[in-house]
């Protein structure tokens, strides 16, 4: 009976490790194995591995990407959720950007690789899961010392406990099985457990809501975080310029404006193609003969026999024309044959629930900061529409690490989230360096925790994540401690059988198992 409660509790309990593991295994699975590409006039499938960085590779309705890539013909939805934890399928056009482990869900696109599989998205995805597994936190490097010591120190209490029966005096049958409840009830699973399971579901929860913490220790550091610091430009905002205003003075074929900013990849003029794209109910392509562009100024062409020019006041007033450029957003103008008939003014929007996600770091009684190497004004403006007080701009990066460094001096532990080159130095300092998805490769590079979905949202629930789990790893060596501390003198007293033992011991280390799933529970 002792051996088979024992088991039954064993059984259960790696039941619920594997149920906690799962979310790797379902990653995992989501790696396709072949793919088809274009070769000449055909197409033929190939093992992942033998695609190279740029090959087209054609996916259809229904499969799975396996390669990151760009769109080159076709658009069509993606689901993304399985990476991203974003439930909207994501419409993507020619040039947008494919990430391994998403699925097509109504079109036949091509796209051209822009990694080999080995540097995939979900590639990398699985091996820094199973990296963060891997690794131990601090907390549970002293479990283990604890557990280390355990059996020993029991094994010492029931020697001592049989002699102390045996000499009290009574039989040796009632001794022995006396110091054997203290070996059966005495529960080293329980203390071993209680750090490993509660990180491991903390792991699967962020990987599943497309939050990557490359190493379990990096949960413990930032559940006791007390500042983090953000940078403002595609992190707090979009990182693109959105038309927000628009004056006509005249009226104008849009058709060859649409034309001239499709032929720049400026962000400004990306911005002003997409909202002739949302707004316009169709628009006929111009023909633009001679367009050039004009670094730090515009775009100039002809089309119909006019001249047409689109840029900022100084192509403007090369032109001869005068604008009012006093603005605290960006101006995009657009003349033909030197008369202003549009102007469109564009600025970096916050990310959408940008003000409810700061709000929610606030409340976890974080200081959140802002800093930008933008002018101030734009910066306060920013601060000011998502509820973050402490503004700092016109830093340099070299700044942004001083400024993190003046804050471990004052003995916060920092929080940084980046997306850019300039965020390097910053991201290097802090104690917890976190990347968007969308940010440079080597921001990404140097972070511990990767956003997957870009989204502030996010940031705020890796925070959620991160302190529930070390919540529940002190609860679980707290029940470890507590139970150990007494069932064992009431086994060493006689008061409990080996059978009963049995059933206490398997049920303490199940109810550290089942503790460290309430993570899951907190966040459905």
């Given at each position: 009976?002792?051996?088979?409660?024992?088991?039954?509790?064993?059984?259960?309990?790696?039941?619920?490790?594997k149920n906690a593991a799962d979310t790797l295994d379902i990653i995992g699975k989501h790696i396709p194995r072949e793919v088809s590409i274009v070769d000449g006039e055909s197409i033929r499938s190939v093992d992942v591995n033998e695609v190279k960085e740029g090959d087209v590779i054609v996916i259809r309705s229904g499969e799975r990407s396996a390669i990151d890539g760009e769109v080159i013909s076709g658009e069509g939805s993606f689901?993304?959720?399985?990476?991203?934890?974003?439930?909207?399928?994501?419409?993507?056009?020619?040039?947008?950007?494919?990430?391994?482990?998403?699925?097509?869900?109504?079109?036949?696109?091509?796209?051209?690789?822009?990694?080999?599989?080995?540097?995939?998205?979900?590639?990398?995805?699985?091996?820094?899961?199973?990296?963060?597994?891997?690794?131990?936190?601090?907390?549970?490097?002293?479990?283990?010392?604890?557990?280390?010591?355990?059996?020993?120190?029991?094994?010492?209490?029931?020697?001592?406990?049989?002699?102390?029966?045996?000499?009290?005096?009574?039989?040796?049958?009632?001794?022995?099985?006396?110091?054997?409840?203290?070996?059966?009830?005495?529960?080293?699973?329980?203390?071993?457990?209680?750090?490993?399971?509660?990180?491991?579901?903390?792991?699967?929860?962020?990987?599943?809501?497309?939050?990557?913490?490359?190493?379990?220790?990096?949960?413990?550091?930032?559940?006791?975080?007390?500042?983090?610091?953000?940078?403002?430009?595609?992190?707090?905002?979009?990182?693109?310029?959105?038309?927000?205003?628009?004056?006509?003075?005249?009226?104008?074929?849009?058709?060859?404006?649409?034309?001239l900013v499709s032929s720049s990849k400026h962000p400004i003029s990306r911005g002003v193609m997409e909202y002739l794209d949302r707004t316009e109910a169709s628009i006929d392509a111009g023909s633009i003969e001679e367009a050039r562009e004009i670094p730090a100024r515009g775009m100039v062409g002809r089309s119909n026999g006019s001249m047409i020019a689109g840029g900022n006041a100084l192509l403007m007033e090369e032109l001869g024309?005068?604008?009012?450029?006093?603005?605290?957003?960006?101006?995009?103008?657009?003349?033909?044959?030197?008369?202003?008939?549009?102007?469109?003014?564009?600025?970096?929007?916050?990310?959408?629930?940008?003000?409810?996600?700061?709000?929610?770091?606030?409340?976890?009684?974080?200081?959140?900061?802002?800093?930008?190497?933008?002018?101030?004004?734009?910066?306060?403006?920013?601060?000011?529409?998502?509820?973050?007080?402490?503004?700092?701009?016109?830093?340099?990066?070299?700044?942004?690490?001083?400024?993190?460094?003046?804050?471990?001096?004052?003995?916060?532990?920092?929080?940084?989230?980046?997306?850019?080159?300039?965020?390097?130095?910053?991201?290097?300092?802090?104690?917890?360096?976190?990347?968007?998805?969308?940010?440079?490769?080597?921001?990404?590079?140097?972070?511990?925790?990767?956003?997957?979905?870009?989204?502030?949202?996010?940031?705020?629930?890796?925070?959620?994540?991160?302190?529930?789990?070390?919540?529940?790893?002190?609860?679980?060596?707290?029940?470890?401690?507590?139970?150990?501390?007494?069932?064992?003198?009431?086994?060493?007293?006689?008061?409990?059988?080996?059978?009963?033992?049995?059933?206490?011991?398997?049920?303490?280390?199940?109810?550290?198992?089942?503790?460290?799933?309430?993570?899951?529970?907190?966040?459905?």
């Amino acid at each position: 009976m002792i051996i088979t409660f024992v088991l039954f509790g064993k059984f259960l309990e790696v039941l619920s490790r594997k149920n906690a593991a799962d979310t790797l295994d379902i990653i995992g699975k989501h790696i396709p194995r072949e793919v088809s590409i274009v070769d000449g006039e055909s197409i033929r499938s190939v093992d992942v591995n033998e695609v190279k960085e740029g090959d087209v590779i054609v996916i259809r309705s229904g499969e799975r990407s396996a390669i990151d890539g760009e769109v080159i013909s076709g658009e069509g939805s993606f689901d993304e959720s399985n990476l991203t934890g974003e439930s909207e399928p994501i419409f993507k056009r020619i040039g947008d950007k494919i990430i391994s482990g998403t699925t097509s869900i109504d079109a036949l696109i091509h796209y051209r690789a822009t990694k080999d599989f080995a540097h995939s998205t979900l590639s990398n995805l699985v091996n820094l899961l199973e990296n963060a597994m891997a690794q131990k936190p601090s907390i549970e490097q002293l479990a283990n010392r604890l557990s280390q010591h355990f059996s020993s120190t029991i094994l010492f209490l029931a020697i001592a406990t049989f002699w102390g029966w045996y000499f009290w005096p009574h039989s040796f049958d009632r001794s022995l099985m006396v110091g054997i409840s203290v070996i059966i009830i005495a529960c080293p699973c329980a203390l071993a457990l209680a750090t490993p399971v509660a990180t491991l579901v903390g792991l699967a929860l962020g990987a599943k809501r497309g939050i990557l913490f490359k190493s379990a220790a990096q949960i413990e550091t930032m559940a006791k975080a007390t500042m983090v610091v953000l940078d403002k430009t595609g992190t707090i905002t979009q990182g693109r310029p959105e038309v927000v205003y628009a004056t006509i003075h005249e009226p104008f074929d849009t058709g060859a404006l649409h034309t001239l900013v499709s032929s720049s990849k400026h962000p400004i003029s990306r911005g002003v193609m997409e909202y002739l794209d949302r707004t316009e109910a169709s628009i006929d392509a111009g023909s633009i003969e001679e367009a050039r562009e004009i670094p730090a100024r515009g775009m100039v062409g002809r089309s119909n026999g006019s001249m047409i020019a689109g840029g900022n006041a100084l192509l403007m007033e090369e032109l001869g024309l005068s604008v009012d450029s006093v603005s605290d957003k960006s101006l995009f103008y657009y003349a033909v044959d030197n008369r202003l008939v549009a102007t469109y003014e564009l600025r970096d929007l916050p990310k959408e629930r940008a003000y409810e996600s700061i709000a929610a770091l606030k409340n976890g009684n974080l200081c959140v900061v802002m800093l930008t190497g933008d002018h101030e004004a734009a910066a306060v403006r920013v601060a000011h529409e998502v509820g973050i007080d402490e503004v700092h701009a016109h830093l340099t990066p070299e700044g942004k690490a001083a400024f993190i460094e003046q804050a471990h001096s004052e003995g916060h532990i920092v929080v940084m989230a980046g997306d850019g080159v300039n965020d390097l130095l910053a991201l290097a300092v802090a104690d917890i360096a976190i990347a968007m998805g969308n940010g440079s490769d080597i921001a990404i590079e140097v972070s511990d925790v990767v956003l997957m979905n870009d989204s502030l949202t996010s940031l705020s629930e890796a925070f959620g994540i991160s302190r529930k789990t070390y919540g529940l790893i002190k609860q679980n060596l707290g029940i470890s401690l507590v139970y150990n501390s007494i069932t064992i003198p009431l086994a060493m007293m006689g008061y409990v059988i080996p059978l009963i033992a049995a059933i206490s011991m398997s049920f303490s280390s199940l109810l550290v198992v089942g503790n460290s799933m309430r993570v899951r529970w907190m966040y459905k």
